[in-house]
């Protein structure tokens, strides 16, 4: 470190659900087919226990955003999302305005569960949609139909959300742009005020990895991707991120504190958080298969690390640089601790090759950075 770290960066919490209905083969989040009762109650236990014990790690610093990712966190009661949140906010300091979001599948709503959510703090649904064809969804091993994804959205909106956002895919077996761009419309005509509209990708360890699906070629998604982002801004939904996209006033505070390389407590199986102290930037994580997790949670961290020189200076460009309007260059020495000068070489290198702006005091890529993204992180890599 060539400066202290400040300990004031800001602060999210990740809260992670490992259960889904059935296992989708394009999927390698931490997610398991759910065999038998969901232990809603011991898992929120677990839950709070993590939390409890990462309370004195931040030292009065307030909780910005929450996240209840997964899986699938909408399989779980409203009681005991109720309970989990009064849990967190008698163990940390939140935020008056704090963000709370929670992942619902389609196939897994239940009205009656939304309203309670909402009842219990959280203030923004993020609804696994994927594709708007019964087709793709079946072809995707989807649990849901398109009804089902529509009529979600109608009972997070009856149930007084006023801050949705809809997962897309496209670049999705046999897809034309004409598909893609006919999903994007569907999505649009429902009016949400987010939509995070992701590449399909290949994971190794899924179903899809091993039984390959034919995908659109390079041209093909190209296409899709230039048609989609013009209708994106025609109606309004500004990206602001690779794959993240919002009407004015609603980005999505948690991730972009990811992307900014911000800290994160991080609660349940297989979860990852980040926690700026005075020794340096320390990643830590907890067990990742269900039942291990729940027999140790809030005892210790399954694994943790501080982050030397080079993976701080690589893992903030690889968050900062998928923002399309990167970062002020101040925040890479407030964030690491590292000098700027660590950077001169390398930002040189992505200048020269039209890769980074060059806009002094400020990190930002060009459409080519963002449209070459893993050349413009090589150079940090390289450097
Ligand atoms: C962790 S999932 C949680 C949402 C919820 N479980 C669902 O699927 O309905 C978050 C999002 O990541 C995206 N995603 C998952 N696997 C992906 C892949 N292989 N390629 C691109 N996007 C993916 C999907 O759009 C998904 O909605
Ligand atoms: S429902 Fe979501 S988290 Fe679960 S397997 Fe499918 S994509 Fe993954």
């Given at each position: 470190m060539t400066q202290p770290l400040p300990g004031d960066v800001p602060l999210s919490l990740y809260v992670h659900v490992p259960w889904c209905l059935r296992k989708c083969p394009y999927c390698d989040f931490n997610s398991h087919e759910l065999k038998g009762a969901l232990p809603e109650q011991a898992y929120v236990e677990a839950l709070l226990a993590d939390v409890e014990a990462d309370a004195?790690?931040?030292?009065?610093r307030s909780v910005q955003s929450i996240f209840i990712g997964g899986g699938t966190p909408s399989l779980f009661s409203g009681r005991s999302i109720a309970c989990l949140l009064e849990g967190v906010a008698a163990r940390l300091p939140l935020a008056e305005d704090v963000e709370i979001t929670l992942e619902a599948n389609p196939g897994a709503v239940d009205a009656k569960h939304f309203a309670a959510y909402r009842e219990a703090g959280v203030n923004r649904l993020s609804i696994g949609v994927q594709s708007f064809s019964g087709e793709k969804l079946q072809a995707l091993g989807r649990v849901h139909d398109a009804e089902q994804a529509r009529a979600a959205f109608r009972v997070a909106r009856e149930a007084g959300y006023g801050n949705i956002n809809l997962d897309l895919m496209y670049g999705?077996?046999?897809?034309s742009p004409q598909q893609a761009l006919e999903d994007l419309r569907q999505a649009l005509d429902l009016e949400p005020e987010h939509l995070s509209w992701y590449q399909l990708t290949i994971e190794p360890n899924t179903l899809f990895h091993h039984q390959p699906p034919t995908v659109p070629d390079d041209d093909r998604l190209m296409e899709m991707q230039e048609a989609g982002l013009a209708l994106l801004a025609g109606q309004g939904y500004a990206q602001y991120e690779v794959s993240a996209h919002a009407r004015?006033?609603?980005?999505c505070r948690h991730n972009l504190n990811y992307w900014r390389f911000g800290d994160y407590l991080a609660a349940g199986a297989g979860a990852h958080g980040k926690l700026t102290e005075k020794e340096g930037v320390r990643r830590y994580w907890r067990a990742r298969q269900p039942n291990a997790y729940m027999n140790s949670a809030g005892r210790a961290v399954a694994g943790e690390r501080l982050l030397a020189a080079d993976d701080l200076r690589l893992e903030f460009m690889m968050n900062a640089?998928?923002?399309?309007?990167?970062?002020?260059?101040a925040l890479f020495a407030e964030r690491?601790?590292?000098?700027e000068a660590a950077l001169s070489e390398p930002l040189a290198r992505a200048r020269d090759q039209g890769l980074?702006?060059?806009?002094?005091g400020w990190l930002r890529p060009t459409l080519r950075g963002r449209h070459f993204l893993n050349d413009l992180l090589g150079v940090f890599l390289d450097g």
């Open positions: 004195p790690r931040i030292a009065g999705l077996p046999e897809q004015e006033g609603f980005r640089l998928r923002l399309n309007d990167g970062v002020p260059m690491t601790g590292l000098a980074l702006d060059d806009e002094a």
